[in-house]
Every structure is written in structure tokens, then in C-alpha cells.
């Protein structure tokens, strides 16, 4: 290691002698590179140059007070931190009490798991369960692999019973976790809906708010792309391990002394963030329902509740970070009960720390919760895209409860004038719009992309359009095949100058420059330090008829605050 003046020293100075290092079993540079192995891929990236800041005692690269066991996940020493965490939940936590449904939900269909040492697991229905019985819940990725599914053709030999091991590994080792936590029930959603009957997918879809937050926890294989990956995987515990460390320092007020090596990225919720299953979006509606979620990464396996988030590596203490469905289902359960979060609640230790808000304040701050939520929603990915609103329903109902709203085609009806002011995130990586129409133009799931939205701080006292109504039309399976939005506002010619300005949708077809462009302004004011008006920049389709091209604003925060009627000349 180099010395260097001030709170920063250089570790390696290029990526090639970081990845040498690696080569020659560095026990520092194996650690570090544990702590940078977020994305649970076998290929190593690009990292360095590396950096490291030192204290009178210590070298940040956070000591821990637990030590990692097991040489592999999945075996009793790692898996005996979950039993814990989850008698201690069970017994302590008053927040995950609370969260508790009244009524005695039970799925239409479950997983009978059996003993340790049965070799069949068989479906049962509810109405062959006996009432009050408790269960768990699977988060998987379904990947390519071919995974056996409910269908009226596998429907006998699911009842009848099936051998463990000829299902995909994840189920395997799913089957083995409920067992370990001694429940007798696992939902998992492709052997406990039928695929092939849409009458029957519609109506378990639908009821994925009870079937989450009503399991006794939620087994999410995390680091698995697919069925055959598994929740369990190899590891060294003395990688987690502190490394007691002599150094001498130049020009240090304390030149020679025994310091302790830490690395905080080890157990960073990053692992969790950044895996393969949480870049699913009916994902982030799971993690987001589940009362207790038990994470398996390629490294650690984390417990995740109401009032902790914590890993083997800090099994009484929590993780730094939150996730964005975490963070809306904090404030949303904040707001439902009235009561501000307590010393030991997840809340107040993932940095939730700003005071609830009352009246129109409350409905901001759970509505600009709600837009942080959407923006990584839209990020992730889905299998079809019509699930776009399918796999929001429980996430939409609960956070409608708070809002006293609820959700019409993706924006909210009592704050559409706001909602409108969504605007994409490009990302290169996805398309523009999804394969078949899914949403009017004016809905964000018109878009494939990344969903930007307006954050207020309260709501805009002038607004200048006013809601007319919204019509939506399905056909015969409950699908949207039409929906049309009836504004009352003032059609406003822009100017081809604004052209350049505009956050579009979607690159500009050929001709379309051409195009007659008109401004629709929503509010006057945009409440956050920046110039308004808030507008849509939309093209004339037929006679009363138009297409949302963009949401537009002005951003120049260090001039002064035009008035409205300077505005109004801006646009022509």
C-alpha cells in the first residue's frame, strides 16, 4: 500500500495490478474484491485504481461483531441466522404485528412441503387445508429454463405428488428452507396457478397483495437467473473475516500501531439491489408486500422485516441503504397507523428521518414516494409486456388506501393534472415503446422506458387545465384496448425553437418535424426552485384529437421568476 497525504492513499493505481493481486491470493485484495462482486457474475469487471482512507485505528476498505459460517450457504450454520432472525421477529418486532392481516388468507392452492424426509411434495387445495395454517412464499426468476407448470395436464400429477428431486433446483432448495422453518406450505406462483387458463391467471393475479403480505415470510432466490441455479452457493467464511494489520505510516500522528482492516461494501444491500431477481418487475411488488423477506445472495443471506434489515455478516445491527419499494412501503404503513417511526424500526434505520406530513403535505410526500418506487419499477424488466399495471396491483392498492386514490391507467385519478408530468429516463438498453400498444400515449406505460415523474412539494395552486373524464374500454378477457382522456384547457401554438428543448418520448419519425406542435399547460408554478410552466407538448392526430409528445419545462433556476403572462410568450 502507498502512502499518501491527506484522507485519501492510493491502493492499486491501475485495474491490471489490482486483478495481479487477485492472481496471487492477496488476502486484502481477495476481500476487496468480495465486497465489489455486486452483479454475481463470474467475469471480473474493470475495477481500479483503488483507494482506501485510514483512521487512528482502523483502515476503511467496518469491523463486524458476527462471524460468517458454513462453507456454503445452504448449510445448517449459515441457515441457523434465519431461524434467528425470524423467532426474533415473530417475538419482538410490535411493527410486523401490526402489519398483520386480520383475516385467516390462505392461497387458493399451496405446495404441501412435508418432512424433512418425505421424497414427494404434492398441491393441495384450500379447501383441503386446515384453517390457520401458515405459509411460505417463492421470489424466483423463471429465466429460459423450461420449469414445470401447473396445467390442466400436470394438475393430477401435482395432487397426486411429485418427486423433490426431479423439480428445478431453486424449488429444491425453497422446499428445504420451509422445512428448515417448520412450516408445512410453499406458494410458488407457476405450480399454484394454471398457465394455461387466462380466467384463472387473471384471478390469482389479482390477488397477489393477499397471497405476499399474508405468507409467513417470502424465500426469494436472489442470486439465480434461472430454476437450475439454486438459493445456495459456495463460499469462504474467512473472507469475511477482519485482518489485524502492523503498519508503519510516514508523516502519521500515530506512525506504528495495530489497525483493523474493514471493507463496507461486504454486506452493502447492493448484493440484494443489484442480483438477477430484482430486476424482475412483479419483483419489486413482492419485496414490496412481503412482510419478511429472506434474501440468498452469491455471498450472504439477509433478513429483511419491518423493523430490520440485517446479513450474517450484521445480525443485530442493520444494513446501510434501503430499496425503493422498501422506502414507499415504510411511509405508506407510517402514514396508515399515524405513529412516527420508533428508535428500533427499519425507518428510522434506513434514514427514512423526514416527519410525516398531514392534509394535502401527506399526499405529496407518499405521491413523490410513490414516483421514486416508479422510476426503478420501469427500470426493471418484464416478460410480457401487457403485466405493466398486472404486476402493480397489490403495490397500487395499498398505496391507494393511503392516497384515497386509486390508479387509472397507470396515473393517479385525483392528482392526474400532476401525474401527467411524467417524462423518460433514456435508457439504450430498452426500447422506446413496447412490442403491441399497452397504453393511450398519455399514460408512462405507452413507454418502454425508464419513467421520470414531477416531485412537489405541495400541490401547484394554479392550475390551468381542468379534467374533463376518462374513458376505458376492455375487451372480453379484461384487457385495455382504448382509453381517452378528456382535458378542458387551452390548445397553445408552439414555437419550433422549443424543439431542441423537449425531453421527446421517442426519436422523431421522418416528417414529423413538420408536424403542427401545441402546448397544454398544467401548472403555472413548479413549487421546486425552477421556472415553470409545467406543460405537455402534444400533435394534432385528427379534429380534437392529439398525441402526447412530451412533458415540457423550463429550466432556469438562476434567473428571476417569470410572471404568467411572460411565460405564455415563451410558447408562441
Given at each position: 500500500?502507498?502512502?499518501?497525504?491527506?484522507?485519501?492513499?492510493?491502493?492499486?493505481?491501475?485495474?491490471?495490478?489490482?486483478?495481479?493481486?487477485?492472481?496471487?491470493?492477496?488476502?486484502?485484495?481477495?476481500?476487496?474484491?468480495?465486497?465489489?462482486?455486486?452483479?454475481?457474475?463470474?467475469?471480473?469487471?474493470?475495477?481500479?485504481?483503488?483507494?482506501?482512507?485510514?483512521?487512528?485505528?482502523?483502515?476503511?476498505?467496518?469491523?463486524?461483531?458476527d462471524r460468517v459460517a458454513g462453507k456454503n450457504?445452504?448449510?445448517?450454520?449459515?441457515?441457523?441466522?434465519?431461524?434467528?432472525?425470524?423467532?426474533?421477529?415473530?417475538?419482538?418486532?410490535?411493527?410486523?404485528?401490526?402489519?398483520?392481516?386480520?383475516?385467516?388468507?390462505?392461497?387458493?392452492?399451496?405446495?404441501?412441503?412435508?418432512?424433512?424426509?418425505?421424497?414427494?411434495?404434492?398441491?393441495?387445495?384450500?379447501?383441503?387445508?386446515?384453517?390457520?395454517?401458515?405459509?411460505?412464499?417463492?421470489?424466483?426468476?423463471?429465466?429460459?429454463?423450461?420449469?414445470?407448470?401447473?396445467?390442466?395436464?400436470?394438475?393430477?400429477?401435482?395432487?397426486?405428488?411429485?418427486?423433490?428431486?426431479?423439480?428445478?433446483?431453486?424449488?429444491?432448495?425453497?422446499?428445504?428452507?420451509?422445512?428448515?422453518?417448520?412450516?408445512?406450505?410453499?406458494?410458488?406462483?407457476?405450480?399454484?396457478?394454471?398457465?394455461?387458463?387466462?380466467?384463472?391467471?387473471?384471478?390469482?393475479?389479482?390477488?397477489?397483495?393477499?397471497?405476499y403480505r399474508n405468507a409467513a415470510f417470502c424465500?426469494?432466490?436472489?442470486?439465480?437467473?434461472?430454476?437450475?441455479?439454486?438459493?445456495?452457493?459456495?463460499?469462504?467464511?474467512?473472507?469475511?473475516?477482519?485482518?489485524?494489520?502492523?503498519?508503519?505510516?510516514?508523516?502519521?500522528?500515530?506512525?506504528?500501531?495495530?489497525?483493523?482492516?474493514?471493507?463496507?461494501?461486504?454486506?452493502?444491500?447492493?448484493?440484494?439491489?443489484?442480483?438477477?431477481?430484482?430486476?424482475?418487475?412483479?419483483?419489486?411488488?413482492?419485496?414490496?408486500?412481503?412482510?419478511?423477506?429472506?434474501?440468498?445472495?452469491?455471498?450472504?443471506?439477509?433478513?429483511?422485516?419491518?423493523?430490520?434489515?440485517?446479513?450474517?455478516?450484521?445480525?443485530?445491527?442493520?444494513?446501510?441503504?434501503?430499496?425503493?419499494?422498501?422506502?414507499?412501503?415504510?411511509?405508506?404503513?407510517?402514514?396508515?397507523?399515524?405513529?412516527?417511526?420508533?428508535?428500533?424500526?427499519?425507518?428510522?434505520?434506513?434514514?427514512?428521518?423526514?416527519?410525516?406530513?398531514?392534509?394535502?403535505?401527506?399526499?405529496?410526500?407518499?405521491?413523490?414516494?410513490?414516483?421514486?418506487?416508479?422510476?426503478?419499477?420501469?427500470?426493471?424488466?418484464?416478460?410480457?409486456?401487457?403485466?405493466?399495471?398486472?404486476?402493480?396491483?397489490?403495490?397500487?392498492?395499498?398505496?391507494?388506501?393511503?392516497?384515497?386514490?386509486?390508479?387509472?391507467?397507470?396515473?393517479?385519478r385525483r392528482r392526474l393534472s400532476q401525474d401527467?408530468?411524467?417524462?423518460?429516463?433514456?435508457?439504450?438498453?430498452?426500447?422506446?415503446?413496447?412490442?403491441?400498444?399497452?397504453?393511450?400515449?398519455?399514460?408512462?406505460?405507452?413507454?418502454?422506458?425508464?419513467?421520470?415523474?414531477?416531485?412537489?412539494?405541495?400541490?401547484?395552486?394554479?392550475?390551468?387545465?381542468?379534467?374533463?373524464?376518462?374513458?376505458?374500454?376492455?375487451?372480453?378477457?379484461?384487457?385495455?384496448?382504448?382509453?381517452?382522456?378528456?382535458?378542458?384547457?387551452?390548445?397553445?401554438?408552439?414555437?419550433?425553437?422549443?424543439?431542441?428543448?423537449?425531453?421527446?418520448?421517442?426519436?422523431?419519425?421522418?416528417?414529423?418535424?413538420?408536424?403542427?406542435?401545441?402546448?397544454?399547460?398544467?401548472?403555472?408554478?413548479?413549487?421546486?426552485?425552477?421556472?415553470?410552466?409545467?406543460?405537455?407538448?402534444?400533435?394534432?392526430?385528427?379534429?380534437?384529437?392529439?398525441?402526447?409528445?412530451?412533458?415540457?419545462?423550463?429550466?432556469?433556476?438562476?434567473?428571476?421568476?417569470?410572471?404568467?403572462?411572460?411565460?405564455?410568450?415563451?410558447?408562441?
Amino acid at each position: 500500500m502507498h502512502y499518501r497525504k491527506g484522507t485519501i492513499y492510493v491502493h492499486h493505481e491501475t485495474s491490471a495490478s489490482f486483478h495481479q493481486a487477485l492472481e496471487l491470493k492477496c488476502v486484502l485484495c481477495v476481500r476487496l474484491w468480495v465486497a465489489l462482486e455486486v452483479s454475481h457474475e463470474s467475469e471480473l469487471p474493470a475495477v481500479g485504481p483503488t483507494t482506501y482512507t485510514v483512521g487512528p485505528t482502523f483502515i476503511n476498505f467496518e469491523s463486524t461483531r458476527d462471524r460468517v459460517a458454513g462453507k456454503n450457504t445452504g448449510e445448517r450454520a449459515a441457515l441457523e441466522f434465519i431461524v434467528a432472525q425470524n423467532n426474533r421477529c415473530l417475538k419482538q418486532h410490535a411493527a410486523c404485528h401490526r402489519n398483520k392481516s386480520a383475516n385467516e388468507f390462505f392461497p387458493t392452492r399451496a405446495i404441501d412441503v412435508g418432512s424433512v424426509t418425505d421424497p414427494l411434495v404434492r398441491l393441495c387445495e384450500r379447501k383441503d387445508i386446515t384453517p390457520g395454517m401458515r405459509y411460505a412464499s417463492l421470489s424466483h426468476c423463471w429465466g429460459k429454463t423450461l420449469l414445470i407448470t401447473l396445467s390442466k395436464a400436470t394438475a393430477s400429477v401435482l395432487k397426486r405428488g411429485i418427486a423433490v428431486v426431479t423439480l428445478p433446483k431453486t424449488f429444491q432448495d425453497a422446499i428445504a428452507v420451509t422445512r428448515e422453518l417448520q412450516l408445512q406450505y410453499l406458494w410458488i406462483d407457476s405450480l399454484c396457478i394454471f398457465q394455461d387458463d387466462p380466467d384463472d391467471w387473471r384471478r390469482e393475479s389479482s390477488r397477489m397483495r393477499d397471497v405476499y403480505r399474508n405468507a409467513a415470510f417470502c424465500i426469494a432466490a436472489t442470486a439465480a437467473k434461472n430454476g437450475d441455479v439454486g438459493l445456495f452457493f459456495d463460499r469462504d467464511p474467512q473472507l469475511f473475516g477482519p485482518i489485524p494489520m502492523d503498519l508503519t505510516w510516514p508523516e502519521y500522528e500515530h506512525k506504528d500501531s495495530l489497525r483493523q482492516c474493514n471493507f463496507p461494501l461486504l454486506d452493502d444491500p447492493w448484493h440484494i439491489d443489484a442480483a438477477p431477481l430484482n430486476k424482475r418487475a412483479w419483483v419489486a411488488q413482492e419485496r414490496y408486500l412481503s412482510p419478511r423477506i429472506l434474501h440468498f445472495t452469491r455471498k450472504l443471506l439477509y433478513w429483511e422485516c419491518g423493523e430490520t434489515l440485517a446479513s450474517e455478516f450484521h445480525q443485530d445491527s442493520h444494513v446501510r441503504g434501503q430499496s425503493s419499494s422498501r422506502y414507499l412501503k415504510g411511509l405508506v404503513d407510517r402514514h396508515r397507523y399515524h405513529k412516527p417511526a420508533s428508535p428500533r424500526s427499519v425507518q428510522n434505520q434506513l434514514n427514512i428521518t423526514e416527519p410525516l406530513e398531514t392534509g394535502e403535505g401527506k399526499q405529496a410526500q407518499v405521491f413523490n414516494a410513490w414516483i421514486y418506487f416508479r422510476r426503478f419499477y420501469t427500470s426493471c424488466f418484464l416478460t410480457r409486456d401487457s403485466d405493466i399495471l398486472v404486476a402493480l396491483h397489490g403495490i397500487a392498492e395499498d398505496v391507494g388506501e393511503v392516497m384515497n386514490d386509486d390508479l387509472v391507467v397507470g396515473l393517479w385519478r385525483r392528482r392526474l393534472s400532476q401525474d401527467l408530468c411524467w417524462r423518460i429516463n433514456p435508457d439504450s438498453s430498452k426500447p422506446f415503446r413496447p412490442a403491441s400498444w399497452r397504453g393511450p400515449s398519455w399514460s408512462w406505460v405507452s413507454s418502454a422506458q425508464p419513467i421520470n415523474g414531477r416531485y412537489f412539494h405541495q400541490w401547484p395552486s394554479d392550475t390551468f387545465c381542468k379534467i374533463g373524464d376518462i374513458q376505458v374500454d376492455t375487451n372480453s378477457l379484461g384487457d385495455m384496448i382504448l382509453a381517452v382522456l378528456i382535458l378542458h384547457c387551452r390548445l397553445i401554438p408552439a414555437s419550433k425553437a422549443l424543439g431542441h428543448k423537449l425531453d421527446r418520448d421517442e426519436p422523431a419519425p421522418p416528417g414529423e418535424e413538420e408536424k403542427q406542435y401545441y402546448m397544454i399547460i398544467l401548472h403555472g408554478d413548479s413549487f421546486d426552485g425552477l421556472l415553470g410552466p409545467d406543460s405537455l407538448y402534444v400533435s394534432s392526430v385528427f379534429v380534437q384529437s392529439h398525441h402526447r409528445i412530451s412533458h415540457f419545462r423550463s429550466l432556469s433556476p438562476s434567473t428571476p421568476k417569470p410572471t404568467l403572462s411572460s411565460a405564455f410568450e415563451t410558447l408562441h
